[in-house]
């Protein structure tokens, strides 16, 4: 469960990262 709360933090702050890993 954190993992995941922590992954939507960083995607929020930093949506660049995580068009990179859905493109990866």
Same mark, same amino acid.
């Given at each position: 469960?954190? =993992?995941?709360?922590? *992954? @939507? =933090? /960083? =995607?929020? /702050?930093?949506?660049? *990262?995580? @068009?990179? @890993? @859905? /493109?990866?």
């Amino acid at each position: 469960a954190q =993992a995941g709360v922590s *992954m @939507l =933090a /960083q =995607a929020n /702050q930093r949506p660049q *990262m995580v @068009l990179q @890993l @859905l /493109q990866g």
